[in-house]
């Protein structure tokens, strides 16, 4: 059954504005998995611009489904993550100032300056996934570094100008899911996935998580939380069963 993992990291984005103790990531937390989520994410940035240390180590104690962090590829985010030991790490190519996360790994550029922070973490028993582009290339590479995940980037998709280019792109995220699946890979997608545009990402039969922040986040601005949760699920599993 796939499995919907929501990043809370604009509540903290939020609670940042104002520089207050509130809203809490935590809080947030326990309202997400009440509403179904199966898993949390946040991405610990090395600027600590919205997520802090702190945040992981108390989701680390009140998480009650599967917490993911997100976080760049360097030695010291590396430290961080093994002493808080989340279920997964996702790294991902961060840059200094961007908004969002621009764009998923080259890995056969850039799969060797990564592979030491997996091996790293492995030992520490944290598994590995990578954010990478949708390419079959990709996903041969990651099997070869022993990736245990890949989250494929669906930004391509969710903004492709036009139908036709949605469903190019939407055929590329098919085509390395599965044979992510036939390498034996882990398969989840997520980047600017909303309500309107994931049912036919979630008809993939290969992808087994969806990673969700943003959407989610402004839908509980208006109707919590909670409930916000429970109507993406809801989504998902009515495309699964497509």
């Known amino acids: ?24 990531p935590a809080l947030a937390t326990y309202l997400a998995e009440l509403g179904g989520a199966d898993g949390i994410t946040v991405h610990l940035r090395q600027d600590k611009r919205h997520i802090k240390d702190r945040d992981l180590f108390l989701l680390r104690q009140t998480v009650q489904t599967h917490l993911t962090l997100e976080m760049a590829a360097s030695e010291g985010m590396a430290q961080i993550a093994l002493k808080a030991v989340p279920d997964m790490v996702t790294l991902v190519p961060e840059r200094s100032g961007e908004n969002t996360t621009e764009r998923g790994f080259n890995l056969e550029q850039e799969g060797n300056d990564i592979q030491p922070i997996i091996k790293k973490l492995q030992e520490g ?15 041969r590479v990651a099997g070869e570094l022993g990736a245990d995940f890949v989250e494929l980037n669906t930004t ?3 903004e492709a100008s036009d139908f036709e280019k949605e469903l190019e792109e939407l055929e590329k995220i098919e085509r390395a899911a599965n044979l992510a699946a036939k390498l034996k890979i882990g398969v989840a997608a997520g980047h600017a996935l909303d309500y309107q545009n994931i049912f036919n990402i979630a008809s993939i039969e290969a992808i087994e998580e969806f990673s969700i922040g943003h959407s989610i986040i402004c839908r509980a601005a208006l109707v919590g939380m909670e409930r916000a949760t429970r109507e993406m ?10």
Do not use: C, Q, W
């Open 156 to 158: 391509y998709f969710a």
């Open 1 to 24: 059954m796939a499995r919907l993992s929501v990043n809370v990291d604009h509540i903290a984005t939020l609670r940042e504005l104002r520089g207050t103790k509130f809203p809490d």
């Open 125 to 139: 028993s944290v598994e590995v996934s990578i954010f990478v582009d949708p390419t079959e290339t990709n996903m």
């Open 233 to 242: 699920k809801d989504i998902i599993l009515r495309a699964a069963k497509k």
